[in-house]
């Protein structure tokens, strides 16, 4: 796509993810429809359980059963990923859409190099390269990722945990990807090496002129790394849009209350939860899944799910575009 | 001097160094804190993994002896406790623990929890005292006999979980509750709520509260006074607006600037003022136990590889906690004119007493 | 390899061997009466001798074994022997030394021994991998079932099961012995074959009966793998399934597997002198029952010596082996 | 229980209700037999030697005059029972150690760690060799459970140790320390409970390799020699070469036997394991 509009580099629409158990099918994702930006980075914040990494998984076609991905499309270039056969699936991986998965640090081969992980992913995609050329195309990666050339002679044991979180990143970026998927990157990590290994993650984002989706529950994080913000709640995206306007002037209650509750270096000795429990999504409320809980509540919430909805908008450039899925806000205006 | 209810007088704690293990660990280097029998606070412990924090709190619950120092509780040393005595402090210095899950016995329903530390220190209460000390107890966090008893662990939230083990602690009539790291392992959302429970049974139940935690943001909101400690040392201590807001040892600086706030009109490495950071921190080490290794391999400041301030003088010694401001001190070369301190003086300055001023 | 950690090991194989020993050399002389002395006394008097002879012999012998001393003497001087490998003279086949008949079964024993156990842990190994692999062909399901029915037999009476079945009724093999009675040992092409042949059954007894505790074990160790991080961070770095499977699965849980294999040879040896015993095969176990029989007690504790001795040698080995297979055991103490 | 979660029973757990079934029927089969068959017919020479099985004497008997029927009735609960002894103490000893040595550390779990480790390293039947020979006198029954439960406490001494170990450092014991229990208490209420299952399943392991470890040292001729234990009924089969002679009805019975409480033990504990560590089993079958 050309023109002002800005270029999709990855589009998502109607994404269900669903578990099945015992006692019934546990929604996990329940439709959720987001377009990624060419170069932009999306945040994707939630409460465990709300299908902010089950739909980081369903994304790289990792669901494992019982759960099933039922529905969707996500289209990535000319790849239909949810369409692809199991082999077009593993070679798409890492090579248009990468992960760097939850707690990678500790998803190394322990028993392997580091060199020798970062060159295996290369070669599951590539004839051939081998020998003194893949060696240097390690010590690049490495050296992109701030690491000593040396260190793919080492054990993962033998490395630091913001370390081994560059060997991830390194591994991510290896087939220069379109879209990269960071799931809770730093969540183990100190503050002061967690800043260092974000600033370390977007510079190589820019190199590669890449697509982040950062998928976290740290506002905090969030607002100092992401252009865009998706909030997510009992599976559903409900609130998406810029991340300065969605802090400063949530549209969705749970937003609003969310944002609230966050500590900042401005109140002392005053907090603000929010009340009640997220609903079960073996038997989710009828309705809005957060009416039980929305203290703006009205009376289409009990019965009507809300659809995500474009409350403010741009034709100039969906980058400022806002959407919402609550009753309160139905009408568009620009 | 006022007197004290607990009381860490120039703790030292050193793990390892028995007869297989060549390196010792120096986890906690001579910190003094003191929270005043007279009043109820909130004081602070932060720092990043390794500093030491919880070891300084396993220390004032009393669970490990330190290796040099002293443990008070009203004035006698934990060791010299009688048995009745220790019964008292048992009872009386509580703790809510960082993972919500694993400190109930999957093999129980929740109400084991509340019910054994009942049990064990009232012994005089009947099964329907009990019952109505633990429904008390729930309404006081927030939480609802009915939603919540008779439930195994895993069928409860982590936010419930974690008001239940306040609960737990709250039923013993505690003087004081050292939290650590409370709200580290669940959501963001239910943060909150937790955080709101500690400080309202502080306020309505006079209760002093130890608040042992990685999070300056939750820090600041909750406590009076903060300690910020690196490597087994502490840096800075004292009141907390002023520690946040204008920090003074260079570690302080860092950790302050580090801090991601949900703001999007500050950025991430200034000042919460604005100010732009004079320097990045260096590479550092990563690990607790090569920072440890270092810390205890160099007579010289913990902080100096990777202080954008660093002197000659920092290479060869650790310098000592000085009154750089009215309530409020750091243990930095830069501040060396600044008046020295007692441990008396520094334990008084934990709970913003007067006598550091 | 650190030089300590070899070090550590080797006193390991040393307090093993130690400890072995000096539960040999104690062990009868706690009893409430000493054996050995009583057995002694028994031989001497199916030879017709009167009671003051017996005793005076009995006397001179102890003295010439050093067991009129104190016992902490007796001690000092039977670590000594077991240094030099001298467990004293065989009292059935007087005056042939302990040592030599043990040492002449030996070779028998490690050979049948160490050749089975292998073949079964790398059948076994193979086996359970490939049950615990989604991939693998339907048919290996169907195998299961039976391994575990033939691992829940001991080995012994599988031998039984076996000579009975293949040696007598089908008479494909012979029902006994290391070679054909008759015939010497020489190094001949001819005699390496009966060797061979008189050593299937047994051997196959030993293979079948460990085959599934092998596979059991590793199918375990591998859908425990399988559930790790670094597999599943594997595939989803689009890695070929045969890759995930060999380089990271495979490879991780064969780490305890080998450790295990190490134990297991303590079993194995166990069970394996009663099948000698089951095939009259000339190993150390036919050597330990005729001692038990004839109540040979010089015989009795030097095999149980020998045999700790081979194991502790077969342990040092896996254990100096391991920190190769796994880098971060060097570091572990 | 009634008729629906019994058939959930089945469907849950096949394997433990098969095994229990198994071990059930093996268990019974004494005392029922007994109500069929007179053991007396058991003793050295309380029939005509060597017959083969007929109506009278349904399994033959013997080169000493037994009759085999009657050995097996009388025999398999001495098995049984040997099995259960040597369980009992060899469990209960590795549990109090393993409990000592994973709950209060330090040199004291050197000692114990180091000693099961050397032992385990020493082929417990060539031990159990020398204990025999050495007691020398005629070994009864009881004598050989104690025998092989010497030998039974190595094993789960270290496998509880390690679960002690783990458990010791869990949020739920410190808690329960603040709660003011002492060390004993702790160890009662607050570990051994969740070491359940996998105690019941040490215990079927144990027995199992005690019955293992019996029947070999018998088959070597070191068991009760008045006694006719499914080992010694081996035992004499070898003796008297009753391979060669083609007698099966000799050796067969006391083999079958013996591989229906091994394949009935191993899947109850297999059944039990599926219970304690769930998360193995999980992703196949």
């Known amino acids: 796509m050309t023109g002002n509009r800005s270029r999709v580099a990855l589009s998502v629409e109607d994404l269900r993810v669903h578990y099945h158990t015992e006692r019934g099918a546990i929604r996990a994702v329940e439709g959720v429809s987001f377009d990624l930006l060419a170069g932009e980075r999306l945040g994707l914040v939630g409460e465990s359980g709300s299908g902010k990494t089950t739909t980081a998984m369903a994304l790289m076609r990792l669901i494992r059963p019982p759960g099933r991905i039922e529905s969707g499309r996500a289209q990535l270039g000319d790849l239909e990923l949810l369409s692809l056969s199991d082999e077009q699936m593993r070679q798409a991986r890492f090579a248009h859409i990468s992960l760097i998965p939850q707690g990678v640090m500790n998803s190394l081969n322990p028993v392997m190099r580091v060199g020798a992980q970062i060159a295996d992913t290369i070669q599951a995609h590539e004839q051939g390269p081998g020998g003194e050329k893949m060696r240097a195309r390690v010590s690049d990666l490495l050296s992109l990722v701030e690491l000593d050339p040396d260190t793919a002679q080492m054990y993962p044991h033998e490395l630091s945990g913001g370390m081994k979180q560059r060997v991830g990143m390194a591994i991510s970026v290896a087939l220069r990807p379109q879209v990269i998927i960071a799931d809770e990157p730093t969540s183990a990590l100190d503050v002061v090496v967690q800043k260092r290994v974000m600033d370390t993650l977007f510079r190589v984002q820019g190199e590669l002129d890449a697509a982040v989706i950062l998928v976290g529950h740290d506002m905090g994080l969030m607002a100092q790394c992401v252009d865009r913000l998706g909030v997510m709640y009992a599976g559903r995206l409900v609130e998406l849009g810029p991340v300065q306007q969605l802090l400063e002037q949530p549209l969705h209650p749970y937003t609003r209350l969310l944002v609230s509750s966050l500590p900042s270096l401005d109140r002392r000795g005053e907090f603000r939860g929010i009340p009640g429990l997220p609903p079960s999504l073996l038997d989710p409320p009828a309705g809005c899944p957060f009416h039980p809980r929305c203290p703006e509540a009205i009376d289409g919430c009990t019965t009507k799910i809300p659809g995500l909805t474009t409350v403010v908008a741009d034709d100039d450039s969906a980058r400022i575009e806002r959407r919402a899925a609550c009753h309160l806000h139905t009408g568009v205006t620009s | 001097m006022s007197a004290s209810l607990l009381e860490a007088r120039r703790v030292r704690m050193e793990f390892g160094g028995g007869l297989f293990e060549r390196q010792r660990l120096v986890a906690v280097q001579g910190a003094s804190l003191q929270l005043p029998a007279d009043r109820p606070v909130v004081v602070a412990i932060a720092g990043e993994s390794g500093s030491g924090k919880t070891t300084l709190a396993r220390l004032l619950l009393g669970m490990i002896p330190p290796t040099s120092g002293s443990i008070l509780y009203q004035g006698t040393e934990l060791k010299q406790l009688d048995r009745s005595g220790y019964q008292v402090f048992r009872r009386q210095v509580q703790a809510v623990f960082q993972d919500p899950f694993g400190v109930f016995n999957p093999f129980y329903r929740v109400d084991h929890s509340l019910e054994l530390p009942v049990s064990k220190f009232f012994p005089e209460l009947t099964r329907d005292q009990r019952r109505e000390r633990i429904e008390e107890g729930l309404r006081a966090v927030g939480l609802r006999a009915e939603e919540t008893l008779g439930r195994y662990p895993h069928q409860l939230s982590g936010g419930q979980r974690q008001r239940i083990m306040v609960t737990r602690a709250l039923l013993l009539d505690p003087k004081v509750i050292v939290a650590d790291e409370p709200v580290s392992m669940v959501d963001a959302s239910l943060r909150a709520t937790i955080l709101e429970s500690l400080f309202r049974i502080h306020r309505e139940r006079n209760i002093s509260l130890v608040y042992i935690t990685h999070d300056l943001t939750t820090a600041y909101q909750l406590s009076h006074t903060i300690l910020i400690m690196y490597r087994g040392d502490v840096v800075e201590v004292g009141d907390v607006e002023q520690v946040i807001k204008a920090p003074r040892h260079p570690y302080t600086q860092l950790l302050v600037r580090s801090i991601p706030l949900a703001d999007t009109k500050r950025r991430w490495g200034e000042d919460p003022d604005g100010e732009p950071a004079p320097s990045q921190g260096g590479a550092g080490p990563e690990t607790t136990e090569q920072a440890l290794s270092i810390a205890n391999g160099t007579g010289g400041c913990p902080f100096a590889d990777r202080c954008p301030h660093v002197m000659a003088s920092c290479q060869q010694t650790n310098p000592s906690l000085v009154l750089t401001d009215p309530g409020r001190a750091a243990a930095c070369h830069l501040y060396e004119e600044a008046p020295a301190l007692s441990a008396e003086q520094i334990a008084t300055l934990s709970h913003g007493g007067t006598e550091g001023t | ?333 | 229980m009634n008729r629906a979660s019994l058939a959930a029973m089945v469907r849950n757990h096949p394997q433990l209700v098969a095994g229990l079934a198994v071990v059930f029927v093996v268990v019974a089969f004494g005392p029922v037999g007994s109500l069929f068959v007179d053991t007396d017919l058991s003793r050295v020479g309380s029939a005509p030697a060597n017959l083969t099985p007929t109506v009278d004497h349904l399994l033959g008997t013997d080169a000493a005059g037994r009759d085999l029927l009657a050995v097996m009735v009388a025999g398999t609960p001495l098995t049984l029972w040997v099995g259960f002894v040597a369980g009992v103490v060899g469990l209960g000893i590795g549990t109090i150690l393993g409990f000592v040595a994973g709950y209060f550390g330090g040199w004291i779990d050197t000692v114990i760690r180091g000693a099961a480790d050397v032992l385990m390293t020493i082929p417990g039947l060539l031990f159990l060799v020398v204990l025999a020979t050495s007691l020398h006198t005629t070994v009864t029954v009881n004598m050989m459970a104690l025998v092989v439960a010497s030998l039974a406490w190595m094993i789960p001494t270290r496998t509880i140790r390690s679960q002690v170990l783990s458990m010791r450092e869990a949020g739920y014991v410190q808690v329960a320390r603040l709660s003011g229990l002492g060390d004993l208490e702790i160890i009662a209420r607050e570990l051994l409970p969740n070491l359940l299952p996998y105690l019941a399943a040490s215990f079927v392991s144990a027995v199992g390799a005690a019955v293992l470890a019996s029947i070999g040292l018998e088959a070597l001729g070191l068991g009760p020699q008045n006694e006719p234990t499914l080992g010694m009924t081996i035992y004499w089969a070898l003796y008297y070469t009753s391979l060669l002679r083609s007698v099966w009805w000799w050796w067969a019975p006391p083999m079958v036997i013996i591989v229906l409480i091994f394949v009935g033990l191993f899947l109850v504990s297999m059944g039990l394991d599926r219970i304690a560590n769930p998360r193995m089993w999980k992703a196949t079958s």
């Open chain 3, 1 to 333: 390899m650190p030089a300590d950690y070899l070090v550590r090991r080797i006193a390991v194989f040393f307090i093993i061997v130690w400890a072995g020993a000096t539960i040999n050399f104690f062990m009868p002389r706690m009893a409430p009466v000493n054996p050995i002395r009583e057995r002694l006394l028994q031989a001497l008097s199916f030879g017709g001798a009167g009671k003051t002879d017996m005793e005076a012999v009995v006397a001179t012998y102890e003295a010439r074994f050093g067991l009129d001393q104190p016992l902490w003497k007796q001690y000092v001087r039977y670590l000594g022997d077991v240094a030099q490998l001298d467990f004293g003279v065989s009292i059935a086949y007087f005056p042939s030394k302990a040592s030599d008949i043990i040492l002449r079964a030996l070779p028998w024993t490690l050979g049948l021994l160490t050749v089975a156990t292998l073949i079964a842990f790398a059948l076994g190994t193979l086996l359970g991998a490939l049950l615990a692999w989604p991939k693998s062909p339907a048919f290996l399901h169907y195998l299961s079932a039976p391994l575990l029915a033939l691992s829940a037999i001991p080995y012994y009476l599988l031998g039984l099961v076996l000579v009975f079945a293949l040696g007598f009724t089908l008479r494909l093999f012979p029902l006994g012995g290391g070679f054909t009675l008759g015939t010497l040992p020489s190094p001949t092409f001819a005699f390496a074959m009966d060797v061979l042949y008189h050593s299937i059954v047994p051997g196959l007894s030993i293979v079948l009966s460990s085959v599934g505790f092998w596979a059991l074990s590793m199918r375990g160790m591998m859908v425990t793998v399988q559930g790790e991080d670094y597999v599943n961070y594997a595939e989803a770095r689009g890695l070929k399934s045969r890759d995930v499977f060999f380089r990271y699965a495979l490879r991780n849980a064969l780490l305890p597997q080998t450790t295990s294999l190490a134990l297991a040879m303590g079993y194995v040896v166990s069970g394996a002198v009663l099948v000698e015993v089951v095939f009259a095969y000339p190993g150390v176990g036919t050597v330990l029952y005729r001692a038990i029989q004839t109540f040979d007690y010089f015989v009795i504790y030097g095999v149980v010596v020998m045999v700790i001795l081979a194991i502790a040698l077969v342990t040092l080995v896996l254990d100096i082996v391991y920190p190769l297979l796994d880098p971060r055991i060097a570091y572990k103490r």
